[in-house]
């Protein structure tokens, strides 16, 4: 029997990330840029750090001892990141890559090339990520295939009125899980429940949800989902592509090199099965050990532990900026709710994103200006950019009682 | 908070909250340059008149952060009745206030077409740039920098085209 995590304290979990410990400007960090980046804690990078010391080998190649432990210890990483997600055959079905970026840039190479053409439908939303947009819309181009998007609505959900209309002859729909710029829980099981039903394959953006929900791909309804290491407490350099096995198996591989092949002759070669087929070249096994251990660190923690903290420091952030600067300041996306997780994009009054981001560095707070990535969802907001706080499982209310304090002095210096 | 207080001077306040020739001129006769910061999405549109060697009217559209803009009022007031060769005098001073930092960010600069030639960095005098001198806090944060120069290079990209086409 696994015991049952403790309440999730902040307090706690904090003293296991070194760089909380780093003063900015005389002034103790405030941590609030995750969504783009999350912090890694001291078993994340000691495992990498023995792994270096004990262990490192290129995987796949030697027989030697440390080749074979180097070997396993990437494998091992694979099957754990895949029973975190729920996936019925990890050791299959996981695919390392850089980023989440690369991991949608292979499903719509690989998958997209091999299976649409010239006329073909791929549904996506109004608020994705450029990295679930840019390569359909590079596809569109190439190949011809048309893009539907399932628009947003005034507070910032996606309006699925019509959606049987808009899936009508799709062959494909890829949603972001939750918004990057609004915080929004978007409804996967339902979108992807009806996507079947029309036929069409499933493509779920990850990247934000699998850091801070319980995944689980079945639930989800995902043949593919897309997701990060370095937002989810783990290293840069890695990310993962889950697909359904079925699927994998009658795809094109996406790059070609070293590690992906059966076999190579002068003329020809023959791929390797799934998931070694996609994963051309030295592929990133100090970063894996990582993820492997930050799947570890979120699993010990307790990923409903950290669903409610998170949702509690929301609410506390969300009802705090309300009433203390609700005259000045927006944020935008659904109220405090059960679709609403801890990423708020601030638009104060007049002053521009970049400008609140600056005051804000004075007081050690961390927050992102711009358009995060998602050019097309601030057009339909009308900002051009906003400047976005997000919490992660270290922040606290003293993070947003601090993101207050500097908030109000944008008022002093720009009144 | 001393260094935002260097950042966020008076002068840059008043232009970023009351810009100076804002708006654009028919073109033709005007010529219209933009210039664009992907990096946060800073807007600028200058409609530039230029008449026997003389920028007789500028005027400065667009949108963005109060660096960016003030930036871009300063400038329109600075070079306004100005001969060509003195907005590019004044242009020189400016960047060389600058540059030394802007230099280091030039690799990823897509603002405008043009590139710099890496210079010595000059004493600048200061005293000759008059209101624009407030900018210099912006030195501090060099993140800061293609905010403040962004309507400069639109200026000298419009100059250049403008040299070109005659
Ligand atoms: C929703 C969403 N999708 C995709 C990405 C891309 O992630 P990465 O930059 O790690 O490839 C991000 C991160 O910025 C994101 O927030």
Same mark, same amino acid.
């Given at each position: 029997m696994t015991p049952v995590p403790e309440p999730l304290d902040a307090e706690v979990i904090r003293k296991d990330?070194? /760089? /909380?410990?780093?003063r900015v400007h005389d002034r103790p960090i405030v941590y609030l840029d995750s969504a783009s980046s999350s912090l890694q804690? &001291?078993?994340?990078?000691?495992?990498?750090? $023995?792994?270096y010391e004990s262990t490192h080998a290129n995987v796949h190649r030697g027989v030697y001892a440390t080749a074979e432990e180097a070997t396993a210890l990437y494998e091992g990483a694979r099957r754990k990141v895949g029973r975190f997600i729920g996936a019925p055959d990890p050791r299959h079905e996981v695919i390392f890559t850089?980023?989440?970026t690369e991991a949608l840039n292979l499903v719509v190479n690989s998958w997209g090339r091999a299976n649409l053409k010239r006329g073909d439908v791929v549904v996506l939303t109004e608020m994705e990520h450029h990295s679930n947009l840019v390569p359909w819309l590079a596809l569109a181009q190439n190949v011809g295939i048309e893009l539907r998007y399932l628009p947003v609505d005034g507070q910032g959900r996606l309006d699925l009125c019509d959606l049987d209309r808009i899936l009508d002859g799709a062959s494909a729909v890829s949603v972001s899980a939750m918004s990057n710029v609004l915080g929004t829980i978007n409804p996967v099981p339902l979108i992807t429940e009806a996507a079947h039903r029309h036929g069409a394959i499933t493509v779920v953006d990850g990247a934000q949800s699998v850091p801070h929900l319980v995944t689980d791909v079945a639930a989800l309804g995902a043949d593919f989902l897309a997701f990060s290491a370095h937002k989810m407490l783990g290293p840069t350099g890695i990310g993962v592509l889950w697909g359904r096995r079925e699927l994998l198996d009658a795809m094109p591989p996406f790059l070609g090199g070293g590690g992906m092949i059966l076999d190579v002759t002068l003329e020809r070669f023959t791929p390797a099965e799934a998931p070694w087929r996609f994963e051309a070249g030295t592929p990133p096994i100090a970063e894996a050990v990582g993820l492997a251990a930050a799947v570890d660190y979120l699993d010990a923690v307790g990923m409903e532990q950290i669903v409610t903290h998170e949702r509690a420091l929301t609410a506390y952030a969300l009802t705090a900026i309300g009433d203390r600067l609700g005259e000045v300041c927006r944020v935008f996306g659904p109220p405090v709710g059960g679709d609403r997780a801890g990423v708020l994009? /601030?638009?104060? $009054?007049?002053v521009h994103a970049h400008d609140v981001a600056q005051v804000l560095d004075q007081f050690g707070v961390c927050v992102r200006p711009g358009h995060h990535c998602a050019k097309p969802l601030m057009s &339909? /907001?009308?900002? %051009?950019?906003?400047? &976005?706080? %997000?919490?992660d499982i270290y922040n606290d209310d003293s993070d947003i009682d601090t993101l207050i304090e500097g908030l109000t002095h944008v008022g002093t210096v720009f009144g | 908070m001393p260094d935002l207080e260097e950042l966020y001077r008076e002068i840059i306040l008043d232009h970023y909250r009351s810009p100076r020739n804002r708006g654009e001129l028919? @073109?033709?006769?005007?010529?219209?340059?933009e210039g664009f910061n992907p990096l946060c !999405? *800073?807007?600028?549109? #200058?409609? #530039?008149?230029?008449? *026997? !060697? @003389?920028l007789r009217d500028i005027k400065v559209a667009g949108s963005g952060c109060s660096i960016s803009q003030s930036s871009g009022s300063l400038m329109s007031a600075a070079v306004k009745g100005k001969s060509i060769t003195e907005v590019r005098e004044l242009v020189a001073v400016f960047k060389a206030m600058m540059s030394v930092h802007e230099a280091s960010l030039s690799d990823d600069d897509r603002t405008t077409g043009t590139e710099d030639p890496p210079t010595e960095p000059e004493p600048v005098d200061l005293a000759s740039l008059g209101e624009l001198a407030a900018l210099q806090g912006v030195v501090k944060f060099p993140v800061r920098i293609k905010c403040a120069t962004l309507s400069w290079n639109a200026l000298v990209q419009g100059l250049d085209e403008l040299a070109k086409a005659s």
């Amino acid at each position: 029997m696994t015991p049952v995590p403790e309440p999730l304290d902040a307090e706690v979990i904090r003293k296991d990330f070194p /760089l /909380l410990a780093q003063r900015v400007h005389d002034r103790p960090i405030v941590y609030l840029d995750s969504a783009s980046s999350s912090l890694q804690p &001291r078993p994340v990078l000691a495992a990498m750090e $023995r792994y270096y010391e004990s262990t490192h080998a290129n995987v796949h190649r030697g027989v030697y001892a440390t080749a074979e432990e180097a070997t396993a210890l990437y494998e091992g990483a694979r099957r754990k990141v895949g029973r975190f997600i729920g996936a019925p055959d990890p050791r299959h079905e996981v695919i390392f890559t850089k980023n989440a970026t690369e991991a949608l840039n292979l499903v719509v190479n690989s998958w997209g090339r091999a299976n649409l053409k010239r006329g073909d439908v791929v549904v996506l939303t109004e608020m994705e990520h450029h990295s679930n947009l840019v390569p359909w819309l590079a596809l569109a181009q190439n190949v011809g295939i048309e893009l539907r998007y399932l628009p947003v609505d005034g507070q910032g959900r996606l309006d699925l009125c019509d959606l049987d209309r808009i899936l009508d002859g799709a062959s494909a729909v890829s949603v972001s899980a939750m918004s990057n710029v609004l915080g929004t829980i978007n409804p996967v099981p339902l979108i992807t429940e009806a996507a079947h039903r029309h036929g069409a394959i499933t493509v779920v953006d990850g990247a934000q949800s699998v850091p801070h929900l319980v995944t689980d791909v079945a639930a989800l309804g995902a043949d593919f989902l897309a997701f990060s290491a370095h937002k989810m407490l783990g290293p840069t350099g890695i990310g993962v592509l889950w697909g359904r096995r079925e699927l994998l198996d009658a795809m094109p591989p996406f790059l070609g090199g070293g590690g992906m092949i059966l076999d190579v002759t002068l003329e020809r070669f023959t791929p390797a099965e799934a998931p070694w087929r996609f994963e051309a070249g030295t592929p990133p096994i100090a970063e894996a050990v990582g993820l492997a251990a930050a799947v570890d660190y979120l699993d010990a923690v307790g990923m409903e532990q950290i669903v409610t903290h998170e949702r509690a420091l929301t609410a506390y952030a969300l009802t705090a900026i309300g009433d203390r600067l609700g005259e000045v300041c927006r944020v935008f996306g659904p109220p405090v709710g059960g679709d609403r997780a801890g990423v708020l994009s /601030l638009d104060y $009054r007049d002053v521009h994103a970049h400008d609140v981001a600056q005051v804000l560095d004075q007081f050690g707070v961390c927050v992102r200006p711009g358009h995060h990535c998602a050019k097309p969802l601030m057009s &339909r /907001l009308g900002v %051009s950019a906003t400047a &976005r706080a %997000s919490i992660d499982i270290y922040n606290d209310d003293s993070d947003i009682d601090t993101l207050i304090e500097g908030l109000t002095h944008v008022g002093t210096v720009f009144g | 908070m001393p260094d935002l207080e260097e950042l966020y001077r008076e002068i840059i306040l008043d232009h970023y909250r009351s810009p100076r020739n804002r708006g654009e001129l028919p @073109t033709p006769p005007a010529h219209r340059v933009e210039g664009f910061n992907p990096l946060c !999405g *800073d807007e600028v549109v #200058l409609s #530039l008149e230029v008449v *026997d !060697g @003389t920028l007789r009217d500028i005027k400065v559209a667009g949108s963005g952060c109060s660096i960016s803009q003030s930036s871009g009022s300063l400038m329109s007031a600075a070079v306004k009745g100005k001969s060509i060769t003195e907005v590019r005098e004044l242009v020189a001073v400016f960047k060389a206030m600058m540059s030394v930092h802007e230099a280091s960010l030039s690799d990823d600069d897509r603002t405008t077409g043009t590139e710099d030639p890496p210079t010595e960095p000059e004493p600048v005098d200061l005293a000759s740039l008059g209101e624009l001198a407030a900018l210099q806090g912006v030195v501090k944060f060099p993140v800061r920098i293609k905010c403040a120069t962004l309507s400069w290079n639109a200026l000298v990209q419009g100059l250049d085209e403008l040299a070109k086409a005659s």
